[in-house]
């Protein structure tokens, strides 16, 4: 064990001190224990962090002007013992003292142009454009931080740094925030050498863009994906060509070589390109009609692909997609509104149906994550279509700052990322290649890229197979092993994407669904996983619910659309979610199918009648269930707990219905009354100190049809009732007490 340093212990108390544990002081002073740049003991013994090895190369910080605030900042500290920064930072924020003041943005300008402080003109160049301002501008009595991340770095520094021994790394975090707003600011990083992120090697770089994308790196990226990751090497074709009965592809290279749009149907599937793309309002037929602002396959008004387009004439995102599918040394491109005979409803319906076997085929697909519509063309591939790539910002000769966009971040605030279809083209792609108005990523099943990141592949490739993917867009959504919760999680991001056309909320969500085939199925959208008891899947997935903001702040009456059945997700707008609800072991399902026979569902029925299942069934289900009917059931008068704000019987009770904010005294009568039926599917529970039970209701009113079996009641759900139970009460021995157990069919 080394010595004690006493010496060093007094250093640190001396420190504390004379420290200023004031954030909004305005000299500048330091205002947390970390050090300066101008502390003499760096090599003082920390027992919690790894000491840095001998072979660390020496840094000098080369800023000359500086200002009082600044010079507080440890920056050469935080280059060459990055390890031992995070961890003060780390424990910094369990304290008062978690950031590094730098003064209002006025203060700031004053130091950066009066005062010459070459720190401040970088802040300020990072600062990111704040919403209700002009760029540059932000409100006077702001106050800016430096805030050093807590974590490491994600994606590829993250496996970089996963030996916590290594500590001449230096890929620290900063954030910029404002305090005001809240503001989170912008993440950087700090290059070394003209533009290297380590201080002991030279292979991970910054690379510095042009408004043109140059496709040789995309290109290398590909090749490495074929060559080395089996999983992206697993294809689609021969399925795609026993699928369909005509396939259709844009031929580039006669496209380009003629000036007209050339549509083939080739003998064979060759390798393809896909486009996943915004429609957006405008057309390119020179009709003057407009497009629904969605990349639907449903459009009546669209012309028949065979119809010649002269090139010109289509929008720049069509265009560019052409020209950047031969840059890429592929001669096919599939997009959809061209590739897909409008005319031809069934045609259309068939090739909707094999949209998981259309982009999992493709060798890439390409994403324009920019602009609103297709005219906003794909930035960086022609002259016309330019982009603002991200730049580094010079501090000095040796150090420079860089702005870290991750490929989640940067693709979640686009309009592409907003709507339905665009989600299932980007997650059943092997292969993306996603155009952002900042730099080009690169994302397939087993690795993600950025442009603006050099690194040996090989050095990826060979890491941790969740560091490759951490910071990825898509990866997030689909990292979960059982497929069931999977879907879950894509459910909850779909359902609130937008749609032109209400009768799509399906059609844009089979592929998803029909790539999780055949351990997963579904009836009108309501998936049952094979993986464990289908029937109690189906039901768990039968009490989906409203996302609790939007049914609180949307109360205006909803319109089923009748495509589909009541009970459906599909049936009603809005954001949804699925719940993992138990105690559903009790109830029955039995399913109508459309030539009159009925299947009650189990794992057993439905073993080779999946398909069946989903082509054939009708709207009606019939469920054996518990029916509850209140004895009270009022507003509450006293305290309200969230959306709880009713009392069924007494116990705390929410109401989510669709008949907008004037029926609600109406849909308690008629609760009550028993012409809205309460339909049990299921309980919710709640850990805290002690467990508590939701139980959950459908609320279903009589269709006035009575064209159920025999005298059961034929219902249509009109909204969902939860009922919170005292801790460690058993809802089910509630329910056999006082509710009754019998079927009702629901359309």
């Not at 910029?176 to 030279?202: A, C, P």
Request: glycine share 4%; hydrophobic share 35%; with cysteine.
């Amino acid at each position: 064990m080394p010595p004690f340093k006493v010496p060093s212990i007094l250093k640190r108390l001396k420190r504390r001190r004379l420290c200023n544990s004031s954030k909004n002081s305005r000299d500048g002073t330091l205002d947390n224990d970390w050090y300066s740049d101008n502390d003499d003991d760096d090599d003082e013994d920390d027992s919690d962090v790894e000491s840095s090895p001998e072979d660390i190369p020496p840094f000098k910080n080369d800023i000359k002007q500086i200002c009082s605030g600044c010079a507080t900042i440890p920056l050469t500290y935080m280059l060459q013992q990055p390890q031992r920064f995070m961890s003060r930072a780390s424990r910094a924020m369990y304290s008062s003292h978690s950031s590094y003041y730098l003064g209002t943005f006025e203060e700031m300008h004053a130091k950066a142009e009066r005062g010459g402080c070459l720190l401040c003109r970088a802040w300020l160049k990072l600062l990111p454009p704040l919403d209700g301002y002009a760029e540059g501008k932000y409100p006077e009595q702001s106050n800016f931080s430096v805030q050093p991340a807590t974590s490491l770095s994600t994606g590829l520094f993250d496996l970089l740094e996963r030996d916590w021994r290594n500590t001449s790394l230096h890929s620290t975090k900063l954030y910029i925030s404002d305090s005001s707003r809240r503001h989170k600011g912008v993440e950087f990083m700090v290059t070394v050498n003209r533009g290297s992120f380590y201080l002991n090697r030279d292979d991970v770089r910054w690379n510095e863009l042009k408004s043109q994308v140059d496709f040789r790196l995309p290109l290398e990226w590909m090749r490495y994906c074929e060559e080395n990751h089996e999983t992206c090497s697993v294809w689609s074709r021969p399925r795609l060509r026993e699928a369909l009965k005509v396939f259709r592809l844009i031929d580039c290279k006669r496209t380009l070589s003629t000036g007209k749009l050339c549509v083939v149907v080739p003998d064979e599937i060759p390798e393809y390109a896909a486009l996943s793309y915004v429609w957006g309002k405008q057309t390119d037929d020179g009709s003057g009609k407009e497009a629904p602002l969605e990349s639907s396959t449903r459009d009546e008004n669209r012309r028949d692909t065979s119809t010649p387009y002269r090139l010109e004439n289509l929008p720049k995102a069509i265009r560019d997609s052409i020209h950047a599918t031969t840059k890429l040394n592929i001669n096919h491109l599939w997009i959809d509104k061209y590739c897909i005979d409008q005319a031809d409803s069934a045609s259309k319906h068939e090739t909707i149906m094999k949209m998981d076997l259309i982009y999992s085929a493709a060798k890439i697909t390409l994403i324009a994550a920019a602009g609103a519509a297709s005219s906003h063309g794909i930035p960086g591939v022609s002259s016309s279509s330019t982009r603002t790539p991200l730049q580094s910002i010079e501090v000095s000769k040796t150090i420079a700052f860089v702005p870290i966009k991750h490929a989640k971040d940067a693709i979640q605030n686009t309009v592409w990322a907003t709507r339905a279809w665009t989600l299932q083209e980007g997650l059943l792609a092997r292969r993306r290649l996603v155009f952002t108005p900042e730099q080009v990523y690169f994302e397939c099943r087993e690795m993600q890229l950025a442009e603006t990141l050099s690194a040996p592949l090989d050095l990826i490739h060979q890491s941790h197979y969740e560091s490759r993917l951490k910071g990825g867009y898509f990866h997030n959504m689909t990292n979960h092993h059982i497929r069931y919760f999977r879907l879950l999680h894509i459910f909850c991001d779909y359902t609130r994407r937008n749609l032109s056309f209400d009768s799509d909320r399906l059609n844009a969500f089979l592929g998803i669904l029909n790539s999780m085939s055949p351990s997963m199925s579904h009836v009108w959208g309501v998936s049952m996983s094979a993986e464990e008891d289908v029937k109690q899947s189906f039901i768990r997935s039968l009490g989906w619910d409203h996302e609790k903001k939007w049914a609180q702040e949307s109360r205006s009456p909803l319109k089923p659309e009748k495509t589909f059945p009541s009970w459906a997700w599909a049936a009603w707008e809005g954001p949804k979610d699925y719940n993992q609800l138990v105690h559903t072991e009790d109830i029955g399902v039995t399913f109508h199918l459309n030539d009159g026979s009925k299947l009650d569902l189990s794992n057993d029925s439905i073993e080779n009648d999946s398909a069946k299942l989903e082509r054939h069934t009708s709207h009606r289900i019939t469920l054996q269930t518990y029916i509850l009917t209140p004895d009270t059931l009022v507003k509450s008068d006293g305290k309200v707990f969230y959306e709880y704000i009713y009392t069924f019987n007494n116990y705390r009770c929410a109401i989510q219905h669709y008949l907008g904010n004037e029926a609600d005294e109406l849909v308690l009568e008629k609760i009550c009354n028993e012409t809205c039926k309460l339909v049990y599917t299921g309980s919710l529970l709640h850990a805290g100190s002690r467990i508590s039970a939701e139980a959950r209701f459908l609320i279903a009113r009589d269709t006035g049809n009575g064209d159920g079996d025999g005298n059961q009641l034929t219902l249509e759900r009109i909204g969902l009732l939860k009922i919170m139970f005292d801790m460690n009460q058993d809802e089910m021995q509630y329910l056999r007490e006082h509710a009754k157990f019998g079927s009702v069919d629901l359309v």
